[in-house]
């Protein structure tokens, strides 16, 4: 069995010099007060072994990881019609883009870049009850975790200055895109990007991609086999948007980052990591991150290549 705990170990001590590189994400006034310097891992295997380091029990802003989980979600009611509204493609541009929509009348390239994502935002709403806390819900039962709550002043926060969001959910409604008012579609996506979580509870609620389908704690069925084939495709070829190639040639392994600094990362079968470290790159990924990730392919010599 990989004594995942003293790879990690061995990660921590490695990336300690690229702790300088990045800069922390100031899109969100709110999530700019963030600790530069904080960093975390956490893994957990098929055989349910935690391992982790650093400061993987401390909250943070998911933001764009959110976006698998909306879509887990959305796919529960719609399958395969969701993709009538949304592409499987990768876009090649950065997550807020507006030029692609535009010249390709109104449907998003895929779920992951903002205008994919506040239409699946659209489906939930159209689709649950009470559609932000039927969503909490939903993501806390996946993590086993009742304290997993929205983050009022961040999404407020992006609220404030959410005007490209704003722009390409106007865009999407001009295409009959978007069903719901653009307001309260906004007002959900800006919440279910607020959400935060540790490393851990991340790890657990992501768990279901490695695990075939079947929650960590539960193991309650949240998708079919073929369906988490589908959603891990979608994130290995999209999940860091322009950096999507990067990130398949380092780490060779599906994902999905956020401009949090956090970034999922998923082995079938064998295990789901979460990563947390605030300073990105700039295309907006976290670079402690994606080294850590990529050193951890590397050390156990396995991904899904
Ligand atoms: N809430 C952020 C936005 O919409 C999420 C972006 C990200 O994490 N890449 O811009």
Redesign the pocket.
Known sequence: MTNYKQILQKIEQEIKPFSNEGMV?T??PELALISPFKFGIHLVDTARVDSSIGDSNEKF???????VLSLSCAFKFLGENTWSRVGVEPSGNP??SLVQLEYEKGKPRNPFV?AG?IVIADILVSNLKSPKSDFLNFVRNLANCDTINFNEEVALS?KKV?Y??AALANLLKSFGNIENDVDEVLDF??HQ??IEMTCKELAHSFYFFANGGYTLAQNHRILTESQIKRLNALMQTCGF?DESGEFAYKVGLPGK????GGIIAIHPQKYCVATWSPKLNEK??SVMGMKALELLTTETQMSIF
Do not use: L
């Open positions: 994400s899109s969100i802003s998911i933001q764009s990881i959110s976006k997550f807020n903002n994502a992006e959410g490209r969001n996506y800006f990007c607020s948007y980052s956020g401009i949090g907006g990924n």
